[in-house]
């Protein structure tokens, strides 16, 4: 007599899978940890252009910037001043954040200025200034945890003008 499964206990066994792979899926819900990663991305990369831009305020002897914004992608703007579309990377000042961070005693704390993880018209970076040597730098969040309403809310929570955008910087309320 020959051992081996019947063809009903394998489609019983297959069938327990997919009802197990199916539960797992609903639970993790993978597409909304992939936003979530892009949001921690996002937190990342504004936290490290804003040290940057206080170490440069605070190292360089007389820092001087005129009033104007940039994005890196669109033409929606978290702020209604206008902005330029600019993708650049670089850190002297031709960058989609027109500081010259070389100019730091030191050297440029960062190699590149960092571009949002989708960079497209919803999701992109915008940095704003005034000559008065206060700044904002803006992120849209796209996960349910961090936007506006959600468990981790940032977009409400960081002192800004817009309950819509993740704002950090010397003056986050800034209302370009």
Not at 15 to 42: G, H, W, Y
Not at 114 to 136: G, K
Request: glycine fraction near 8%.
């Amino acid at each position: 007599m020959k051992k081996g499964f019947t063809l009903i206990e394998l489609l019983v066994v297959i069938a327990i899978l997919a009802v197990l792979a199916t539960a797992v899926v609903l639970i993790l819900n993978p597409a909304e940890l992939l936003k979530q990663a892009r949001d921690s991305t996002r937190l990342s990369d504004t936290a490290s252009v804003h040290s940057a831009l206080a170490l440069y305020l605070a190292d360089v002897v007389s820092p001087s910037w005129s009033a104007l914004g940039r994005c890196t992608f669109g033409v929606v703007k978290p702020f209604t001043q206008a902005c330029t579309t600019s993708a650049l990377t670089n850190v002297t000042g031709t960058g989609w954040v027109p500081v010259n961070l070389g100019s730091i005693s030191t050297g440029s704390p960062l190699s590149r200025l960092p571009i949002d993880p989708i960079n497209d018209v919803t999701h992109f970076y915008a940095y704003a200034q005034t000559a008065s040597l206060t700044y904002e730098i803006n992120a849209n969040m796209e996960s349910a945890k961090f936007a506006n309403g959600g468990g981790g809310d940032v977009e409400t929570t960081d002192g800004g003008s817009n309950a819509n955008w993740y704002e950090i910087g010397n003056d986050p309320g800034l209302d370009l």
